[in-house]
């Protein structure tokens, strides 16, 4: 209820009125004055009631009237009356109607009645009550109040003394509330500046307002006091205690600290009084040692040392924390003392108290900032917050080095004993539940164990010892509590230092953003000096923290301390990383990691990185930081056994489950703190990597981590408390590498190169090793690629580089990862969806596959097969999209070596059957080349036939994709082209391309034809005859694509160039018998050598060279040289035709044929148009006609479209082939050309061997096909050299005619060339021969006149030949044996049979002389002279001749020439052209006539008539065709003739015949025709000369004397034999005789008788008595001959006429 209402107004009035009334009474007796004055003041309270309406005013101005009668009820010191009095004063005080005179006299009243000793409680009561009501009281009387409670502060009653003490502490506390309120009051208002006041008057305080100057006026008192000085203002004063007066000074610089900071004048006193006092005060302490007895105190009173010095701790930590700015120097000092009672000699109470007091700073991290700033920052200043935090770190460890002696009241302690027993007792870690023992959360270190208490909550520091003001003794501290409240102040200072500039870190990046946007050209930066306060911080404390921290946690038992060590290490390091402080980051980060790992383990990275700290940072000023290495004999629980990774330790390691709460702190740093880690990636790596070894995790796809199995040694043995945490650790180890992703790009990078370096590590360790690799680094460094697949770009070449080493490691398990690890990466990066797609990045993509080809210089197979099957996986899922990329590929696919593997090569085959079958239109045309020359390795690769052979097919359809996508690959082509030659003028270089002029889609067909070709002379006969075979068919179906001046290049550059090699090759193959194929593949004899295999590949390289030539014609002539690439062709057909082998020799001529076979186009309107124009533009003529290229053709199926496709590439060579004289000039020189590589070709085959005998083999014999060939070639050769074929032309094809049909067969040969020797039947060698011939003389025959001179000269060649029938031309010296006689399985020589050939030859002879006897040349070389002279020799053996139809065809075939060529002789007598000729003739008759050599015995009867009738024929053509003639005939011929017919007609016989045959054998028809004939041309009546019928008659007369002989003769013996018949002989002739005789009758009865003179008629009728004398014979045979030659004799029975008719007597 307020004062001040109109009813609390009444009662006051009632109340004083009432309280009057009671005085009054008391007084009535003992005290009349005071009853008067009582009674006087009920009036004048009524009067002021009754006058004034603002009562309470009225009552103040009258107030020293009104309280008069109660200060006088004081004064009579009666108790109940004084009590009454109190009462009312404090009533009134209370309704504030005391004024200032007023307030005085009450205040010297309770004076009174204080120094009396009355009502001690009650004056205090009145005191406070009128200070707090109102501000009346001021200057002297409020000091008098002051000084009065003081002084009832030091009674001797207890009560009392603490009442007084606390009224005193309200009465100080009001004081300086009441200068606040005024100072509140008074802000608004502007003051005169003060004039600056020296230091000579202390007390000056005239710029004070009235509260604030008592408020000075009691503080400097109070400073006095505490001093034992006396004091200034408070006057009156008697005692006063130190520890009162600290515990005053205390609380009002706590409670206002704003006084001292606003008002100079209190500044001053901090300055000038508080601080000097304190530090006076403290110096006992500082001088004390521990064991000394304490030096005396200056003050009056006994010393309470540990009081005072506790106060003094207080009051320094208030002045340090409010007046830290005003008291710089001064706080030095303090801090400076705090820290040395932190010493290990001082007491333990001083040290527990200066640990509260350390821990109060501790907890306020922006004080500690200052300090930083004005201590340690400043150049010559003492590193105070260093020192501070170095002396916790100190006094830590001290604990546990020093033993706890030498300080009575800590021996004596209540808790006594170790702490072991404090816990058994239910210490503060004992307790629980169901009476079990708790394990106490303690430290233990080396032995000494000193348990953990919880002092305060986190954050505040909540004192004991510096809270027992009532203490006087120094009090026992429990074991464990320093310890406790040091460990609580290092966290508390870890904690407050990292939050606060964690915040302001935090706060200075926002700023800074927000900057960034407002105007983002600038490069907003931080404020470097705040940066600076936060590295010195550290830089100070850091040290001393992790000596301290790394004990601790070496030492704590408790999972919870442990954690609290580890956060803090954790957020240090984490800080440290952010300001960029890489050591203490690292030695922060080097201790969790040395925790983590069993104690001892030798781990370089740590060990390396502590020594570099001890030797840098622990050496501190003044302050000796001991490292303390950690305690082997840990009371851990061991949670798992395994493998140390390191070489040192031997046997097994033993994790702790501290170890395992040090790895997962880790695990989290590296988690949460990853971007700010640098260097020490490294570290924590390294660390993890180790741990992760010992707990047994292997990595498995993608790189996460798994448990495993050890591979070697003991197997890791592991809890079940820990196995339950490894898929919680492997879980966690994969999202710290997840978490990479949020990492910036430079802290990426540090990742990456802390995994490579200790990658490289262990693949130090892995080698010469065959344990089991660390793969951790590997298998992470995949993980943190595919993680960060967004960004691969800048980490993309560290990675690979690192992991491309890690693939070349001797190690098989570490290759392998490694391969698996880039090879997943390269995949993950080509399938992840970049931005911009890899299709618009192409640097990107290229960077990606890069690796992938760095690969194949790996040389470890199992590497490149993995590269392989990557590749395929890539093919199959990016195959569309590679673009760019392709090349590289491709390389991959490529970089095939023989020495590789099978496998590998087939895994690289697959790749490019894929590329080729699926991709070839999907990539860019500038890769073409490239999968032309990939495939082309493979078929050189010698490793695998098979795909050898496979890979030229797929040249094949490569090939064929060119051709059917042709207009899109030029048009890519050309654009790519320009694009590079423009870039080649640039820079100003050539443009380097192979093949270059040529336009760059015939430089892709080039390439190919190249491989095709370098495939050609493989070493494998069968890829080569492949190759070939490819090659010849791409350009036979696809050459049209190309652009002319492209031929050139195939002509000279790829075909003859090939064409070379397989030359060279093959004349220098080796002639070993090759046993068998490889495997158990039997090899056929014909191509056992190597010589024999490439004989074949000769054979397809020229006969597809040739074809090309053929078919390709019309377009290579319109190249410039083709006359020079011809002539190159035909030495190569000569050289091979030449060549000692039949298969490449035969072949050449295969060739050649076909080359020769060009014929000019048909210029036949039956041919369709469109196949002509084909063949005009060199389409093989397969497609045309299958027969030859000139026939007419037949339409297309796909004529219509390939013509245009044609069309549009070749429009320049659709033109019709240049006629006129030049080319005609220019075909000539080709055909002559091609004439003389034919001759030489024939000479060198044909020529015969000059060895010595004939025993020698010759090295070589051409064989039958190749000489048919070989002269098979000539007709079609000649039609094209017809015009300027000479005489010596035609000798020179003579020769080699000859020779070729001379050359004999080697007898193993024989059955398949040589008929039965019975057939006569010509060989194809022959045939062709002839053949030859025969074109010749057709051609002669329609030739010109200027020919026809040849014609005797084939009449030459062709009777060589008819001479062969009769003998056999020679081969050199070489030996040859009649058909029959050889044996087959021997090397011997087998003439061939000739006689169906020279027949034949004569047929031809016969033949052409039928058709040219006339011709001049005929008659004036002698033809006819030849003829007979060639068929004089078979015609003489006759019965001789190897066969019996040469001579009969001789016969048949002189008849007929000499019945077209006589009439030609007779016509040309006179010019004596045949005047040798006659005896030549005679001769021939003469030998066939009567020949020497006799029939065979077996000739039987009818044989021998026929042949007879072949006599009578030659003799009836005589006596037709000659004897007619005698005048137009030489003499000497004609009497030749006529003694031949003489001799035929009385042939003598042969003496062999039997009986019976005699009469036959006789040859009596000849006889018979040579007689008539004789006889007929005796008396013929033309007798042109006498002298002719002379010889005729001669020879009659001789005959008839003959006949007469035998007759004679005959008789005779007849007679002498007796019974015995005569010989044979003798009695055939004389039936010859008689014969004889019939048919003379027979002939001189057809006589004109004066043709026959009279001795002819007298010797004829002188026969007829012989011939009845021989009636007598006994022989049957004579006795009918006898009769028809006696018959005739009749004609000459006449009765004789007279003589003188002939003129004679």
């Known amino acids: 209820m307020s004062t001040s209402t109109p009813e609390a107004v009444k009662k006051l009035l009632e109340n004083m009125q009432t309280d009057l009334r009671s005085l009054s009474m008391e007084c009535k007796k003992k005290f009349p004055p005071v009853k008067e004055a009582a009674e006087s003041g009920i009036v004048k ?103 009065l409670c003081f002084r009832l502060h030091f009674t001797k ?56 100057k008592d408020a000075y006026m009691l503080f400097q008192d109070l400073c006095q006091l505490v001093n034992a000085d006396a004091p200034y203002w408070l006057v009156g004063m008697t005692e006063m205690t130190r520890t009162f007066g600290l515990e005053l000074l205390e609380s009002v610089l706590n409670d206002f600290p704003g006084v001292f900071l606003q008002h100079q004048e209190f500044s001053f006193l901090l300055k000038e009084r508080v601080c000097p006092l304190v530090i006076k005060l403290f110096s006992p302490n500082i001088k004390f040692r521990q064991g000394s007895s304490s030096a005396a105190s200056p003050a009056p009173v006994e010393k309470p040392y540990f009081p005072i010095c506790m106060r003094l701790l207080r009051v320094v930590s208030v002045l340090i924390k409010h007046f830290y700015s005003l008291l710089v120097t001064e706080c030095e000092i303090f801090l400076s003392l705090l820290v040395k009672f932190l010493d290990g000699e001082k007491p333990q109470w001083l040290r527990a108290v200066a640990v509260e007091s350390v821990h109060r700073l501790c907890v306020q991290p922006h004080l500690l900032r200052s300090f930083c700033q004005s201590y340690d920052m400043k150049q010559h200043s003492t590193k105070v917050f260093r020192d501070i935090v170095n002396a916790l770190g100190s006094f830590i460890q001290s604990l546990f ?303 996460a981590l798994k448990p495993g199995r050890a591979v070697e040694g003991p197997s890791t043995v592991l809890t ?132 992938l080809k760095e690969l194949s210089n790996v040389l470890h197979a199992d590497i490149r097969q993995k590269q392989l099957e990557s590749v395929l996986q890539i093919l199959q899922s990016q195959g569309d999209s590679l673009g760019p990329g392709w090349p590289l590929v491709l390389g991959v696919i490529g ?38 020359d990939v495939a082309s390795s493979f078929g050189l690769q010698n490793q695998e036939l098979n795909i050898s052979l496979t890979s030229i097919g797929l040249l094949w359809n490569i090939s064929d994709y060119f051709f059917q996508r042709g207009e899109a690959i030029t048009q890519d082509l050309e654009r790519e082209e320009a694009a590079l030659q423009k870039q080649a003028r640039e820079k100003g270089e050539p443009l380097n391309r192979p093949f270059h002029p040529a336009p760059p889609f015939d430089c892709l067909w080039l390439c190919l034809y190249a491989k095709l070709g370098q495939l050609c002379v493989d070493p494998r006969p069968a890829v080569r005859k492949s190759a070939g075979q490819t090659m010849f068919s791409t350009i036979a179906a696809h050459g049209t694509l190309l652009q002319q001046s492209t031929w050139h290049i195939v002509v000279w550059k790829v075909l003859f160039h090939l064409l070379d090699c397989v030359r060279k090759s093959s004349t220098t193959a080796d002639k070993e018998k090759i046993e068998s194929g490889g495997g158990n593949i039997l090899i056929h004899h014909s191509r056992d ?31 410039g040289d083709f006359f020079k690439a011809w002539e190159v062709l035909l030495d190569h057909i000569q050289s091979a035709a030449l060549s000692k082998n039949n298969e490449v020799s035969l072949a050449a001529l295969k060739s050649f044929q076909e080359i020769l076979q060009i014929g000019t186009p048909v210029k036949d309107s039956a041919m369709p148009t469109e196949a002509l124009a084909l063949a005009v533009m060199g389409v093989p003529p397969v497609l045309i006609d299958p027969l030859s290229a000139s026939g007419p053709g037949r339409h297309l199926l796909r004529s219509d479209s390939m013509l245009e496709r044609l069309t549009r590439y070749n429009g320049a060579e659709l033109q019709a082939p240049p006629q006129g004289e030049e080319s005609a000039l220019e075909d000539a020189a080709l055909w002559w050309s091609a004439w003389n590589t034919w001759y030489r070709t024939g000479t060198d085959s044909t020529r015969p061997p000059s060895g010595g005998t004939g025993t020698d083999r010759p090295s070589f014999v051409p064989s039958q096909p190749f000489l048919t060939a070989l002269v098979q070639i000539v007709p079609a050769l000649y039609q094209h050299i017809e015009t300027g074929f000479s005489m010596e032309d035609l000798r020179k094809l003579g020769v080699i005619l000859h020779g070729a049909v001379s050359i004999p067969i080697s007898s193993d040969a024989s059955p398949f060339i040589l008929p039965s ?35 005797p000269a084939i009449f030459e060649q062709l009777l060589l030949f008819v001479e062969f029938s009769c003998k056999p031309p020679q081969y050199g010296k070489l030996e040859t044996k009649h058909v029959a006689n050889a044996k087959y399985n021997q090397a011997e020589w087998v003439a061939l049979n000739y006689v169906p050939f020279a027949e034949r030859s004569l047929e031809v002879v016969v033949d052409q002389y039928h058709k040219t006897a006339c011709h001049k040349a005929v008659i004036n070389e002698k033809v006819l002279q030849n003829i007979i002279k060639t068929l004089r020799m078979p015609l003489g053996l006759k019965y001789a001749c190897p066969s019996e139809s040469t001579w009969k065809l001789a016969v048949s075939s002189l008849l007929k020439v000499l019945s077209i060529g006589l009439p030609v002789a007779r016509q040309h007598a006179s010019s004596g052209m045949f005047e040798t000729m006659w005896p030549e003739l005679a001769n021939a008759f003469e030998d066939f006539l009567f020949t020497k050599s006799t029939p065979p015995d077996n000739v039987s009867i009818q044989e021998f008539q026929k042949n007879e009738a072949i006599d009578v024929e030659v003799v009836q053509l005589i006596s037709t065709e000659i004897l007619p003639f005698a005048n137009f005939i030489p003499k000497d011929f004609v009497g030749q003739i006529m003694t031949m017919l003489n001799k035929g007609s009385i042939h003598s016989q042969s003496s062999s015949f039997t009986e019976a045959e005699i009469d036959v054998r ?97 010797q004829v009728i002188a026969l007829y008595p012989t011939l009845v004398e021989c009636i007598t014979c006994s022989s049957s045979e004579v006795s009918s001959a006898l009769k028809e030659a006696l018959g005739p004799f009749k004609d000459f029975m006449q009765p004789p006429v007279s003589r003188v008719q002939n003129g004679e007597s």
């Open 720 to 851: 079940t408390a820990v196995m339950t945490d490894l898929p919680f650790i492997s879980n966690i180890l994969s999202r710290l590498f997840e978490s990479s992703q949020y990492l910036d790009d430079v802290s990426l990078h540090h990742l990456i190169n802390a995994l490579c370096s200790l990658s490289l590590e262990a693949m130090e360790m892995a080698y010469g090793t065959n344990k089991e690799p660390s793969l951790f680094a590997v298998a992470k460094l995949l993980e943190t690629g595919l993680v960060n697949m967004d960004r691969i770009e800048i980490l993309w070449r560290p990675l690979t580089g690192h992991l491309l080493e890690v693939c070349q490691h001797p190690n098989a398990r570490m290759r392998e990862w490694g391969a698996e690890a880039v090879t997943a990466l390269i995949k993950a990066g080509l399938a992840y969806k970049h931005n911009p797609p890899l299709a618009q990045n192409q640097r990107l993509q290229l960077l990606l596959l890069n690796p």
């Open 1089 to 1119: 050598t190597a010589e024999k295999q490439w004989a074949e590949t000769w054979v397809l390289t020229l006969a597809g060279v040739a074809r090309i030539f053929n078919t390709r014609r019309y377009l290579l002539q319109q190249l």
């Open 895 to 932: 970089a095939i070596r023989n020495d590789q593997g099978e496998s590998l090569i087939r895994t690289a085959f697959q790749c490019l059957q894929l590329v080729v079958t699926d991709f070839l239109p999907t990539m860019p045309c500038m890769c073409l080349q490239i999968v032309v």
């Open 157 to 212: 009653d207890n009560i009392t003394n603490n009442t007084a003490a606390a009224t005193v502490r309200q009465v100080v506390t009001v004081v300086f509330e009441r200068m606040v309120a005024e100072d509140e009051r008074f802000k608004g208002i502007v003051e005169q500046p003060t004039p600056v006041q020296g230091n000579t008057n202390r007390r000056s305080v005239s710029t004070l307002r009235p509260s604030a």
């Open 1317 to 1351: 020797y019975t057939e006569a039947v010509l060989t194809s060698l022959q045939e062709a021969v002839l053949t030859a011939l025969d074109v010749l003389q057709k051609a002669i025959c329609v030739g010109p006149e200027s020919l026809q001179v040849m014609y």
């Open 1562 to 1658: 006789m040859r009596e028809e000849f006889s018979k025709v040579c007689f008539e004939t004789l006889l007929q041309f005796s008396f013929s009546n033309k007798v042109s000369t006498p002298q002719e019928g002379y010889i005729s008659r001669m020879a009659l007369s001789v005959l008839l004397k003959r006949s007469q002989d035998v007759l004679r003769r005959y008789v005779d013996d007849e007679r002498l034999s007796g019974r015995c018949p005569l010989p044979r002989q003798q009695v055939t002739e004389i039936i010859f005789v008689l014969k004889a005789i019939s048919t003379l009758m027979d002939s001189l009865k057809k006589t004109q008788p004066e043709n026959v003179d009279g001795t002819t008629w007298a």
């Open 45 to 147: 309270i009524k009067t002021i009631a009754a006058r004034n309406t603002d009562i309470l005013a009225s009552l103040k101005e009258n107030s020293s009237e009104v309280v008069q009668p109660f200060l006088m009820g004081c004064g009579t010191k009666e108790p109940k009356i004084t009590q009454l009095c109190l009462a009312a004063v404090q009533r009134l005080m209370t309704h504030e109607v005391v004024s200032e005179a007023a307030a005085g006299n009450i205040i010297n009243m309770l004076w009174q009645l204080m120094e009396n000793g009355l009502e001690e409680l009650k004056l205090l009561q009145t005191v406070l009550v009128l200070l707090t009501t109102n501000t009346v009281v001021h200057d002297e009387i409020l000091s008098k109040a002051i000084v």
């Open 401 to 703: 080095i020093v033993p706890n002696t030498g300080n009575p009241a800590a021996t004596n302690a209540p808790a006594g004993g170790s702490g072991a027993q404090a816990a058994a007792q239910g210490g503060p870690g004992a307790g629980g539940q169901g009476g079990s023992l708790i394990t106490q959360a303690a430290f233990e270190y080396r032995g000494t164990w000193i348990p953990l208490m919880t002092v305060s909550v986190q954050g505040s520091a909540k004192a004991t010892y510096l809270e027992m003001l009532d203490k006087v003794e120094p009090p026992s501290i429990p074991e464990g509590y320093a310890m406790s409240v040091a460990f609580s102040a290092l966290l508390d200072l870890v904690r407050g230092i990292t939050s606060m500039i964690e915040r302001e870190l935090a706060k200075e990046e926002e700023e800074v953003a927000v900057r960034r946007e407002a105007n983002p050209d600038q490069n907003a930066q931080a404020e470097p000096e705040a940066h600076l306060v936060w590295e010195e911080m550290v830089s100070a404390c850091w040290c001393g923290l992790l000596a301290a921290l790394s004990l601790l946690l070496d030492a704590s038992t408790d999972e919870t301390a442990t954690e609290s060590i580890l956060k803090a290490e954790l957020t240090m390091a984490s800080l440290c990383g952010r300001l960029g402080l890489v050591t203490p980051r690292d030695a922060f980060i080097t201790a969790i990691c040395k925790a983590s790992l069993p104690p001892h383990y030798a781990l370089t990275v740590l060990s390396s990185n502590a020594t570099n700290l001890n030797n840098k940072a622990y050496s501190i000023q003044g302050q000796t930081v001991q490292i303390i290495s950690p305690s082997s004999e840990s009371h851990q629980q061991v949670v798992a056994v395994g493998q140390p990774l390191t070489v040192q330790p031997q046997g097994t390691v033993v994790l702790t489950a501290k170890n395992i709460q040090c790895m997962r702190t880790l695990l989290n740093l590296a988690h949460c703190h990853g971007a700010v880690l640098g260097t020490s990636w490294q570290l924590v790596l390294a660390t993890l990597q180790h741990l992760v070894w010992i707990l047994g995790l292997k990595p498995g796809v993608g790189g």
